[in-house]
């Protein structure tokens, strides 16, 4: 597959390709850094030059900025553990044999296809609302009282939103993995004596470890910039419950209409990120490989 | 140790009967060799014994227990899967080890049996290795020491050795033979390579279609095929068939005669042909002849004969080694 | 058992879309009522009537359309040569060079738009269909290197070979084996592309007015007006959905498989 | 040629109206096109700012409030209106409302709807209580009535106030609140003020009446929430926006003929606890346009407007508290909420909000730049404090903290 | 057409060399075939000739033109690849047709090439289908064919038959053969069976580790292997070696005996032994015998002989048969 010839028209070919790719992503981003370093508050247009660090300083020592981290892991976290644990076990429950598999397969799918702006507001509204809600009405019916989700546990209502429309993926790369499992496989470990729990935790499991790696990443990119669910609902709060680092970057940059601050946000949340990406890559990274 | 009774079994898969009923018995220590065309319902059986497949009617006794009903864990059979379904996350090491740990085996015990199994198979070197950094032949190994290992009363294969190619085949073959000589234990082994069925079996079974063709020894097997079915399915090269004038006058209505009792002259003979194609292997050479009388013969000569595309050359099968056959393909 | 537990489980998890799909059918002082209530009282199509009324939908309906198209074409366009050079002449970077192109989705696009928005206003591209599929196509992209990097990866470059001796220039390579090769991968590239550019709502939102506005524009008209708003809600939200909803289903197959980014052989 | 002009408005009843009254004015103006761009409030105005701010020119008419006009107008961002026709008459505006839309002598944005806030409260539960609403009531009233409202069992809560954070939320409503019990924002050196006793006392009564007496949940319930909650008569009273009135005595309200109206609050210090907005209609500087945007601005906010929404929609859907006219015809003195809404309009005063002197103009708001994010974040604040989640003292500490660092950032505090 | 000339070529992978300095010449017409252990550089030097890969010395001659820098499609060779690369998006016609539609050949033109390939290869009914509905077999000639339309100066085949099963692979063997004896083009083939090597080979080329360890017709090889790697390589099964004693006696440092040159006797010989396994194909009788004098020796014996694992047998090479090797196991 390589000889002079091909590689290097291929990369001729493909480089045009891929430099319109690299503007495309460094200029948004250098723009970002240089503006970070910049004075420039929209509703300022005269106070404008260089500021050294002093929007970084801020938004670093902002009281709003370490609960903003927190939350940030914790929503990433918490999203993780309910998509990857309630996918596999869906997967597991739809890789039976059943009546209407097809149609259920539809059913779980769909909340992936909704936009998150509608996704918050049903939830906020018809959902978790604690008097009109749906979950509100039931627990009158039983005699209890409506539970205030986005006062008393916001960040928890917003997992269980952001959840609700990633456990679709989740569970369908896993359902997928789980139905590429040689049956020889299973029926060996049967024929070695295995249990059904032996089943999934020596055999299975394992065998969807490549699986989960890809759902944990890829959901990872997604959840840390989770943004709509939080300005739709609580915006944040109460207090800085439920806010998190894109939310923080956008009071700054749009609330605040301070662009030098929200593109240090934004700097720091690369940053940030790229640790991630690295820890993540580190840790899960070679089940990616082969 | 390793007794097997099928009587009357049947497999049927909603409509379809894959298995009519079916009696089989394979004694203790028998190396048994299922052969027959794909489809026919080799694994199937193989399966139903496994007790990875529910009997639709019938039972199915090891060592004097009906063991109809029991799970696969409890029959006390071993199994090598023709993927050899290795557990690919696992190193060679806890491969082995699984049905142990899965019997509650002390950790100690395990690695003693291991190193044991290791040892019969001459794998002491793979084992921290996992299914993926091994060859074909090395899977193959540990996919027999995970069996080995249980010391079950019965080992099953299925086609264990079609994913290999040739050379390492042939040996693997061997392997597996000197495995039976030394462990006499029951096998039973699939496959549809003919070539194995022969130089393994103590008894192979021709299965078509679920029913049972014939069952015998290999030799048997070889000198009195009860059908044209199995005839011509074992052998190599395949035997040649002839019909029409020239059965006729054997009072056939076909005839059989394997390459390696044709006879070919360069001067005279029953049957006047063309050389097609000379394969030359240095101990043999097959020679594929165009005749008149009885189509496309082939010849196996032992030692080299120098006879090229296009030569015209005479054949004459030995007569005492023709096999007849009347319409219905059975043997006369 | 099985058959129930996973019954009840699907409409469960369906059951938020299925209740605005109810919702949407009733009047707005029913559809704030008790389940009972609402289940029982009238069916009507008010709520739609007054959304259409008050939004003009196909508008935004065509707007989201054109621009998840748009974006998704363009991007496949870029991306197809760059997965091309990284699955079969990778270099020692290529793995970096794609960890880096999906750590930039991780900006918060907060802190990128006002340089985006001066950029917009200096080339004219401020609520422009064009403007709008580029930064979709931009935000999108790396998404779909990667998917179809994975894919890439997974034919064998004997083919590719083949081709060659065949006497294929690499554009003919490309064209007529690579490409029609990957036919699945890049429909379902293409399909998740599609729906992450159809309910992108940061952009689309901020970047548009009147003339390039998509359905989430037309959603956001309704996150909170006054008065009972339910059904009116539902109506809308159900009318923004429907369309990626229906899409989604019917080539579910196609996604769910394109979705695995090379994570089941 | 037919020019298109583009109009971003909030998602408000009023004029989500208007976009149905549009043949009218394509009546009189046929070679204009009107383009709406409906968004919710703090969307639009996050849209909107923008746009003006990099001179983005996607808007030719603008719906901002009074908030934004005298920030914007300073910085010369707003094409000024003095030039309107005369049968705009523009004396006909009322004052408090004209002089929060005026900078230096020029108007900048012509008010669409203005607003104050003012008590709704349910009659018959009042009376079942054996209580009756003076027209002025002290806070003091106001909680003996609540207390006296309130029954959880049958879900209907004394009062409903707003818990939502964000400065044009719960942040509007206690900063008008905090003025009647002599607090403020700054003093007059800009120094914030939330380590002062009349915040406490505030937040503290605040959090009485709606641990007590609130709805569950009140940590989110904006006007929308709480409107919603008052037509279904699950609320006592509720004080907020005097458009409200329309609503809850409106067709979708189960309550809508119990309404009574009274002044906001006051504490005996002299400032009643009300507010004072107007949606108006700017026209950003940039505009191509100009001049179709002011025919529309005209056509949209004169005294024939409000005439033709009588006549399609019966007065009291109306947009309220923008003309004195208005409120010296007949028909419209006989809805109910009429003259409530004009005397609480007339009692804020946006050039002397509080009880002491302070440097900014605003009731409910402090008109500089910094207040949106400052106020945001002291919202959250406060909101915690009232889910409960943080307590009275540490809420109101960081909000002074924050402030200050705010300000002193943006160079207020030396 | 279809003179090939390698000379001084060399391959080297970063810092690893693959091929060594290696010369070759294939001429004409002929069928040569490269053998030897996997990862001995077959595939390189296959895709060397290609132009799939660049040499990094050397030059590499097409009927006396100098291809050494052109690219493949230039070089006017056809590649049959081990997974037959065929594009399983395109019909068989498609497939055969795409080389002549990349030539930019008229639509006329490609359909009655395709026609006329489809002829010999007897697939005409096959031309609408797509790969993925073909069996192994019949993909393998679409692969052919997509090879012989452009009437190439050379074939180049690279592991063909490797993913078949055994019998069909026979078959297909058999049909490359005839192809090569009626197209008369050049073919180089690569392969680490060495049954394929005897049978269709005109020359053999044994590799290891890159080098060409020896270059001659099969029976040359068969004959007269020139050392030990050669004469392990060719012939089936596999020569037996003997060291020790035994060589010493024979005035060498390693014997060779094929098994097919082995004499079994139950009463006497000069090696005694007793016989391990015996595989009885009915044709012959593969037995493999432990001595004490020579190790474990094979023995092929034709037609059915009766003995069984544990009998005392005695064997004894034909004299003339007998290989002798020098220490550095060359050909003495
Ligand atoms: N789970 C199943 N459901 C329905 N039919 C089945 C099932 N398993 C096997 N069959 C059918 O039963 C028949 C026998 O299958 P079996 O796998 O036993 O054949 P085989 O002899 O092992 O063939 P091969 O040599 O190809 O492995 C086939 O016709 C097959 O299609
Ligand atoms: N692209 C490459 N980069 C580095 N080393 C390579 C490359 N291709 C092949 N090699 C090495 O070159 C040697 C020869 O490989 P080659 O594929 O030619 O062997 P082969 O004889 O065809 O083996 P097989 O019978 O297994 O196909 C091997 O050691 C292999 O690891
Ligand atoms: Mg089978
Ligand atoms: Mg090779």
């Known amino acids: 597959m390589a000889t002079e010839h091909s590689k290097s028209a291929g990369r001729l070919m493909v480089s045009p390709a891929v430099a319109v790719l690299l503007i495309w992503m460094i200029v948004p981003l250098a723009m970002t850094i240089w503006f970070s370093f910049q004075q420039y508050n929209l509703l300022y247009p005269d106070r404008t030059g260089f500021a050294g660090i002093e929007n970084y300083y801020y938004f670093i020592t902002d009281f709003r900025f370490q609960p903003a981290i927190w939350n940030t892991l914790r929503l990433v976290l918490g999203v993780l553990a309910i998509t990857t644990i309630g996918g596999i076990l869906l997967a597991l429950l739809l890789d039976q044999p059943f009546w209407g598999q097809g149609i259920v397969r539809l059913l779980v799918l769909a909340p992936f296809f909704v936009m998150p702006t509608v996704s918050a507001l049903v939830w906020q509204n018809m959902f978790m609302d604690p008097v009109n809600g749906l979950f509100a009405h039931i627990a009158k019916a039983f005699g209890g009282d409506g539970y205030d989700f986005l006062g008393q546990s916001p960040l928890m209502s917003i997992i269980i939103m952001v959840a609700w429309q990633w456990l679709p993926f989740a569970t369908l790369i896993l359902l997928t993995a789980l139905q590429s499992l040689d049956r020889e496989q299973i029926e060996a470990a049967e024929m070695d004596g295995a249990s059904v729990w032996s089943r999934f935790i020596y055999i299975i499991l394992p065998h969807m470890t490549r699986a989960i790696t890809v759902v944990i990443l890829i959901q990872t990119i997604f959840i840390l910039s989770v943004y709509a669910e939080i300005l739709v609902t609580t915006n944040g709060g109460p207090g800085t419950a439920s806010l998190n680092l894109p939310f923080l970057v956008y009071l700054a940059s749009i609330v605040d209409n301070d662009v030098g601050m929200g593109a240090a946000g934004g700097v720091i949340a690369i940053i940030l990120a790229n640790i991630v990406a690295f820890f993540l890559m580190r840790a899960i990274g070679k089940n990616l490989e082969h | 140790m390793g007794q097997i009774t099928l009587s009357k079994v049947v497999k049927q898969f909603g409509e379809v009967t894959v298995i009519p009923p079916l009696d089989l018995e394979i004694n203790e220590g028998e190396f048994v060799v299922f052969v027959g065309p794909s489809g026919c319902g080799k694994s199937t059986l193989l399966r139903l014994i496994a007790g990875l497949e529910d009997t639709s009617a019938g039972s199915i006794t090891i060592d004097g227990v009906n063991a109809t009903d029991l799970p696969p864990a409890k029959r006390g059979l071993a199994m090598v899967f023709q993927s050899y379904a290795l557990y690919p996350h696992m190193t060679v090491r806890k491969n082995i080890a699984f049905p142990l740990k899965m019997a509650g085996m002390s950790p100690e015990e395990q690695e003693k049996r291991v190193k044991a199994a290791a040892g019969v198979l001459n794998m002491n070197k793979l084992l921290d290795r996992r299914p993926g950094q091994l060859s074909g032949g090395q899977r193959q190994r540990v996919a027999i020491g995970r069996a080995i290992v249980r010391e079950p009363k019965a080992f099953l294969f299925d086609e264990p050795l079609s994913n290999l190619d040739a050379a390492l085949r042939m040996g693997m073959r061997l392997e597996i033979t000197e495995l039976h000589q030394r462990l006499k234990t029951t096998m039973i082994y699939v496959t549809h390579d003919q070539v194995e069925a022969m130089t393994m079996a103590d008894k192979i079974v021709v299965l078509n279609a679920g029913r049972i063709e014939q069952a015998g020894s290999p030799l048997e097997l070889y000198k009195n095929p009860k059908n044209i079915f199995v005839a011509s399915f074992i052998g190599s090269p395949k035997m040649n068939f002839v019909g029409g004038q020239v059965a006729k006058y054997h009072n056939a209505a076909t005839i059989g005669v394997r390459p390696e009792h044709v006879m070919l002259s360069t001067s005279s003979g029953p049957w006047k042909g063309t050389v097609g194609v000379a394969e030359h292997l240095g101990s043999d050479t097959f020679v594929h002849v165009n005749t008149e009388e009885a189509g496309t013969i082939t010849a196996r000569i032992s030692g080299e004969v120098v006879v090229k595309h296009g030569d015209t050359v005479w054949l004459t099968p030995m007569p005492d080694k023709i096999y007849r056959f009347d319409a219905e393909g059975v043997a006369i | 058992m099985t058959t129930v537990a996973a019954w009840t489980i699907g409409v469960l ?73 990284m699955a079969f002449v990778p270099g020692k970077r290529t793995k970096d060079l794609l960890m880096w192109m999906l750590s930039t989705k991780m900006m918060p696009a907060a802190g990128v738009l006002v340089p985006i928005y001066l950029i917009f206003r200096d080339l004219g591209l401020l609520d422009t269909r064009i403007g709008l599929v580029a930064i979709l196509t931009l935000v999108n992209l790396p998404i779909i290197v990667w998917m179809l990097y994975t894919y890439f990866k997974e034919i064998p470059g004997e083919i590719l070979e083949a081709a060659r001796m065949d006497g294929a220039s690499l554009r003919s390579e490309i064209l007529y084996v690579l490409t029609p090769m990957a036919i699945p991968g890049i429909a379902s590239t293409m399909l998740l592309n599609i729906i992450l550019a159809w309910n992108e709502a940061f952009w689309t939102l901020r970047l548009t007015a009147a003339s390039a506005a998509p359905l989430t524009a037309f959603i956001a008209s309704y996150s909170s007006p006054e008065g009972l708003f339910y059904a009116k809600l539902s109506a809308a939200s159900v009318m923004a959905i429907a369309p990626i909803l229906i899409m989604g289903w019917f080539s579910q197959k196609q996604l769910v498989r394109g979705l695995t980014f090379g994570a089941v052989k | 040629a037919e020019t298109t002009i583009t109009v971003a408005t909030v998602n408000n009843g009023d004029m989500i109206r208007m976009q149905t009254l549009m043949d009218d004015f394509y009546a009189k103006n046929p070679d204009i096109k009107v383009e709406w761009v409906t968004l919710e409030e703090n969307e639009l105005r996050q849209r909107v700012t923008t746009d003006i701010a990099t001179k983005g020119g996607q808007f030719d008419v603008l719906t901002i409030g009074t908030y934004e006009v005298p920030i914007w107008g300073k910085q010369g961002w707003l094409v000024g209106l003095n030039d309107l026709p005369a049968e705009y008459d523009v004396d006909d505006l009322l004052p408090a409302i004209r002089g929060g839309l005026t900078v230096d002598g020029t108007l900048y944005a012509s008010p669409f709807y203005g607003e104050s806030s003012m008590v709704m409260y349910r009659k018959d539960l009042m009376e079942a209580a054996g209580l009756t609403m003076p027209d002025a009531p002290t806070w003091a009233d106001i909680k003996a009535a609540a207390a006296a409202m309130t029954n959880k069992d049958a879900e209907i809560y004394g009062i409903c106030l707003r818990g939502k954070a964000g400065w044009g939320e719960n942040m509007a409503f206690l900063t008008a609140m905090s003025n009647s019990f002599g607090a403020k924002w700054f003093d007059e050196n800009w120094q914030p003020q939330f380590d002062q006793q009349p915040w406490k006392d505030t937040v503290s009564f605040y959090l009485d009446l709606m641990n007590n007496y609130g709805p569950p949940g009140a940590a989110n319930n904006g006007f929308n929430e709480n409107l919603s909650l008052f037509q279904q008569g699950k609320c006592g009273m509720w004080i907020d926006a005097t458009v409200a009135a329309s609503f809850v005595t409106g067709a979708d309200s189960t309550v809508a003929d119990k309404v009574g109206f009274a002044l906001a609050p006051d504490n005996g210090l002299g400032k009643r606890g009300n507010w004072l907005w107007a949606w108006s209609l700017g026209i950003p500087a940039g505009s191509q346009k100009v001049d179709a945007a002011k025919a529309f601005v005209n056509w949209a906010t004169n005294k024939e407007y409000l005439a033709l929404v009588a006549s399609k929609e019966g007065w009291a859907n109306v947009p309220p508290g923008t003309r004195t006219s208005l409120y010296s015809n007949e028909e419209y003195a006989k809805v109910p909420f009429a003259k409530m809404t004009i005397d609480s309009i007339n009692a804020a005063d946006p050039n002397a909000p509080t009880v002491d002197k302070v440097p900014y103009v605003g009731v409910q708001f402090v008109a500089i730049p910094e207040f949106q994010g400052i106020g945001t974040a002291v919202g959250q604040q406060l909101s915690a404090v009232l889910a409960g989640q943080t307590s009275l003292e540490e809420g109101l500490a960081a909000a002074q903290q924050l402030t200050v660092r705010e300000m002193t950032r943006a160079g207020y505090i030396k």
């Not at chain 3, 369906?14 to 002082?29: Q, R, T, V």
């Not at chain 3, 069916?43 to 065509?62: I, L, M």
């Open chain 3, 13 to 85: 998890i369906f059951f938020p879309i299925l209740w605005i799909f109810i919702l949407s059918f009733k009047a707005e002082g029913d559809a704030i009522g008790t389940p009972l209530h609402v289940i029982s009282s009238a069916w009507t199509f008010d709520a739609y009537g007054e959304v259409q009324g008050r939004s003009d939908y196909f508008k935004h309906f065509w707007n989201s359309v054109v621009l998840s198209l748009g974006s998704t074409l363009i991007g496949l366009a870029i991306a197809i040569p760059a997965a091309w050079s």
